[in-house]
């Protein structure tokens, strides 16, 4: 009965590869993020949602594109990988105070 | 200066001891604060909100300091478990990141036999 899931954990793949990250939260939470932490674990927002409707985008190549199929989903789509983009990708959703975020996945360009 | 700083560590700390760090924010504006945990090659979650007149739970001590523009995070009678990368969390109404809600970058924090 996982709150929030995210589907792979694990990701390698050559660099100018598109790949896709899946985001589920069963919490019946209005708002889910997108989150990175790189290297130097800093975690920084990426996308938000509300409801379905993108709320937040923040300075983020055009390559990334989340889609929101229905409020307890939010998928990240990467395109044209490249080495930089090698982090951890967490997924988040929010009742409106406080985060619950998924398990993280571990995107490995190389 | 920065939004939300936190001392990186690590801090090596005999298990049992009491250990304290701090967060401090640049934005007067901030209006709620948090401490996350995150274990390593794991999610962060949430360790606990930071009310103004200061909260306790269990051995977590957290305190907000608006004057100073800091919060804090005791711990006492440390536990190995404890071991771990505690966030700071930040939510304002300007500046800060997207959805005015900002993380530090952690102190990490090592509990030792």
């Known amino acids: 009965d996982t709150a929030v899931s995210q589907t792979p954990k694990y990701l390698v793949t050559q660099m100018g590869n598109d790949k896709s990250i899946k985001c589920e939260q069963n919490?019946?939470?209005?708002?889910m993020y997108w989150y990175k932490q790189d290297s130097k674990k800093f975690l920084k927002i990426m996308f938000s949602?509300?409801?379905?409707?993108?709320?937040i985008n923040e300075t983020v190549p055009n390559r990334f594109s989340p889609k929101s199929p229905d409020k307890a989903h939010l998928n990240l789509h990467i395109n044209s990988l490249e080495l930089g983009d090698s982090a951890v990708y967490f997924c988040?959703?929010?009742?409106?105070?406080?985060?619950?975020f998924g398990q993280g996945t571990r995107l490995t360009v190389v | 200066r920065k939004e939300v700083e936190q001392d990186p560590g690590p801090f090596n700390v005999p298990e049992g001891a009491t250990v304290a760090f701090n967060c401090t924010y640049s934005?007067?504006?901030?209006?709620?604060f948090f401490w996350y945990r995150q274990d390593c090659r794991k999610e962060p979650k949430l360790l606990m909100s930071?009310?103004?007149s200061g909260n306790e739970d269990g051995r977590f001590t957290a305190q907000l300091n608006r004057a100073s523009q800091y919060i804090s995070l005791l711990i006492r009678d440390s536990k190995l478990s404890d071991s771990a990368t505690y966030l700071c969390?930040?939510?304002?109404?300007?500046?800060?990141?997207?959805?005015?809600?900002?993380f530090g970058k952690g102190t990490h924090l090592i509990i030792q036999p």
């Open positions: 969390v930040v939510i304002g109404y300007s500046g800060g990141g997207a959805d005015g809600l900002t």
């Open positions: 930071v009310y103004s």
């Open positions: 919490l019946g939470h209005d708002t």
């Open positions: 988040a959703s929010s009742p409106g105070r406080g985060l619950f």
């Open positions: 949602y509300n409801n379905k409707e993108l709320i």
């Open positions: 934005n007067s504006a901030s209006q709620s």
